[in-house]
């Protein structure tokens, strides 16, 4: 067995592994994608699994590294829990134990500002299937938090539009949570299942003009067609920069760290307060222009 062959035998189980504790299709490609790449490194730098050292993953970080911060970052990532399973399932010994954990930047990605958000609505106020479609899913991604894997996988019977209860059960980790709509997204909602096709073979909320399920691909670029039009410039608006702009507005607006956890699905506070970085050039706004000191 070649070297390379005996190491993504290693990968393969553990991607079978992180499959059958409910992991997202999308994570564990992401997964996939590092360890591979760790893989070949070794077997370019003719290294065995059973002879790497600490030292040999630190040489991998620093080329990553070399090529952006976040590379480096997303490889340490997928490594540590990696190493922690091949330690459990006795392939060899936790050789990340020993490698520091990459500084990550604070900073985050800017959010949308209202009137971005408002330009983006208002080129899907039309009566069109699509238009009322693609509001209802705008709104829902923003005054949620949802991640748009959760959204389109949204059934009917999971959708309270008289409570405004939406129960998410598709997060990270299969665990089900529940999260909240506002009136304006659940009047949106109602709008876009009256042109809905009703008699379809599955029960997805989201669905294309042929009533066949929303896929990810499709969602990213219609949004991103809606931004161009929109004539949006400096950000890259993605299903993903709508559920930031929810944390941020959430936080900005007097929300807590907790409950935006819960509502985000984020397994640990850590990932959550990433947001507060982003809130502290608000205080600081605030101060300038409230505080007694500067007018006096």
């Given at each position: 067995m ?9 990968i ?14 999308g ?5 996939k ?9 070794c ?10 050292t ?7 970080l ?8 976040m ?9 540590r ?26 900073r985050?990605?800017?959010?949308l500002?209202?009137s ?8 899907c106020?039309?009566e069109s299937?699509?238009?009322r ?6 709104r829902?991604?923003?005054d949620?938090?949802?991640r ?5 996988k949204?059934?009917?019977e ?12 598709s997060g990270k980790?299969?665990?089900d ?13 109602v709008r ?12 997805l909320?989201f ?19 809606i931004?161009?039009?929109?004539g ?5 608006v993605?299903?993903?920069?709508l559920?930031?702009?929810f944390?941020?507005?959430y936080l ?7 409950s935006?956890?819960?509502?985000l ?8 307060q ?9 205080v600081?706004a ?11």
């Amino acid at each position: 067995m070649s070297m390379l062959g005996s190491f993504e035998q290693v990968i393969n189980a553990f991607l079978l592994d992180r499959r059958a504790s409910g992991l997202s299709p999308g994570t564990i490609a992401t997964y996939k994608v590092h360890l591979h790449t760790f893989a070949r490194w070794c077997q370019a730098h003719d290294v065995a699994f059973d002879q790497l050292t600490a030292d040999y993953i630190r040489m991998f970080l620093a080329e990553r590294q070399a090529q952006s911060q976040m590379r480096l970052i997303e490889s340490y990532r997928r490594l540590r829990p990696f190493f922690r399973w091949v330690v459990a399932e006795r392939y060899g010994a936790d050789l990340m134990a020993c490698v520091k954990h990459p500084k990550e930047p604070k900073r985050l990605m800017p959010a949308l500002t209202v009137s971005q958000v408002k330009m983006l609505l208002a080129l899907c106020s039309g009566e069109s299937f699509v238009q009322r479609r693609d509001m209802a899913l705008i709104r829902l991604l923003l005054d949620c938090g949802l991640r748009i894997s959760e959204a389109l996988k949204l059934r009917l019977e999971d959708v309270d539009l008289d409570e405004g209860k939406i129960v998410i059960h598709s997060g990270k980790g299969r665990k089900d949570r529940v999260v909240y709509a506002g009136h304006r997204t659940r009047q949106t909602l109602v709008r876009y299942l009256r042109v809905r096709k009703a008699a379809l073979s599955h029960n997805l909320l989201f669905t294309n003009r042929e009533g066949l399920s929303l896929t990810r691909r499709h969602a990213h670029q219609q949004l991103a067609r809606i931004a161009r039009r929109a004539g949006i410039e400096g950000v890259r608006v993605s299903p993903h920069i709508l559920r930031h702009t929810f944390a941020t507005w959430y936080l900005r607006n007097g929300g807590d760290v907790f409950s935006l956890q819960r509502l985000l699905g984020h397994a640990s506070l850590s990932m959550t307060q990433r947001y507060l970085y982003l809130t502290e050039s608000d205080v600081s706004a605030a101060h300038e222009k409230f505080s007694p000191g500067q007018c006096v």
